[in-house]
C-alpha cells in the first residue's frame, strides 16, 4: 500500500528556509492531491496546504507569502519549502494524501500520512 | 477565515459507556452539491492522524461503525456509541470549505 515518508534537516536556523520532502512509495504521485500539515510541540494540527501531482496549489493564507511547494513525478515525491523561518515555526510536519472519494469523487480528504519529521528551528 | 470551536477540550471516558464531541464553525458549512465539508480526524497517542468521517457523516473505509458524524450548518458532533480503549486519543474536526482549518482538538482518555 502507498507510504510516505518525510525527510529534511531537523535543525533550521532563524530567517533560513525549512525545506522537507515527501518520498512516496507503493504507488504514483500522479493523478493525486498531497498536503502537509504541522504540530507544534504540544499544541494541536495546522494545515499548511496541498499541491497537485500536475503542480496546481493552494497554499494557507497564514503561511502563503513564505510557502513554496513542488512535485516531482520522477522521483514521485513532492517538497515543502517555508522561507524566512522562525521560532513559530518549530514543529512536527506531516506529509499526507488527498483521496478523492470513491462516490462522492469531487471530495477529497487525507486517508495516508507520513509519520512526520521533526522541525526545530533555532540558532 | 472559517474559525473551528471544540468541546470539551478533554473527555475521561468510561469503556463501554457513549461519548461525544461538538465542533461548532464560525460560518455555515454548507457547499452548493448540498453536502457539509467537514471530516473528523483522531490522533492516537505517538501516531499521524487518520481520518474517521468525511462531509459531516460518512465514515471513511475500514472506520468502526461506533463512529459516527452528524450536524449541520456551524454544529457538527462526533459520537462513539461504546467506547473502547483504543480509541483514546486526540480528535479533530476540520473544515474544508474555505481552505482548511482545524478545531483545538478534544483529548479522549479513559476514566
Known amino acids: 500500500q502507498v507510504q510516505l515518508q518525510e525527510s529534511g534537516p531537523g535543525l533550521v536556523k532563524p530567517s533560513e528556509t525549512l525545506s522537507l520532502t515527501c518520498i512516496v512509495s507503493g504507488g504514483s504521485i500522479s493523478g493525486h492531491y498531497w498536503s502537509w500539515v504541522r504540530q507544534p510541540p504540544g499544541k494541536g494540527l495546522e494545515w499548511i496546504g496541498y499541491i497537485h501531482y500536475s503542480g496546481t496549489t493552494n497554499y494557507s493564507p497564514s503561511l502563503r507569502s513564505r510557502l513554496t511547494f513542488s512535485a516531482d513525478t520522477s522521483k514521485n515525491q513532492f517538497s515543502l519549502r517555508l522561507s524566512s523561518a522562525t521560532a513559530a515555526d518549530t514543529a512536527v510536519y506531516f506529509c499526507a494524501r488527498l483521496r478523492a472519494d470513491d462516490i462522492f469523487t469531487f471530495y477529497h480528504y487525507m486517508d495516508v500520512w507520513g509519520k512526520g519529521a521533526s522541525v526545530t528551528v533555532s540558532s | 477565515d472559517i474559525v473551528m470551536t471544540q468541546s470539551p477540550l478533554s473527555l475521561p471516558v468510561t469503556p463501554g459507556e457513549p461519548a461525544s464531541i461538538s465542533c461548532r464553525s464560525s460560518?455555515?458549512?454548507?457547499?452548493?452539491?448540498?453536502?457539509?465539508?467537514l471530516d473528523w480526524y483522531l490522533q492516537k497517542p505517538g501516531r499521524s492522524p487518520q481520518i474517521l468521517i468525511y462531509l459531516g457523516s460518512y465514515r471513511a473505509s475500514g472506520v468502526p461503525d461506533r463512529f459516527s458524524g452528524s450536524g449541520s450548518g456551524t454544529d457538527f458532533t462526533l459520537k462513539i456509541s461504546r467506547v473502547e480503549a483504543e480509541d483514546v486519543g486526540v480528535y479533530y474536526c476540520?473544515?474544508?470549505?474555505?481552505?482548511?482549518?482545524f478545531g483545538q482538538g478534544t483529548k479522549v482518555e479513559i476514566k
Open positions: 460560518q455555515s458549512l454548507l457547499h452548493s452539491s448540498g453536502y457539509f465539508y
Open positions: 476540520m473544515q474544508t470549505l474555505q481552505s482548511r482549518t
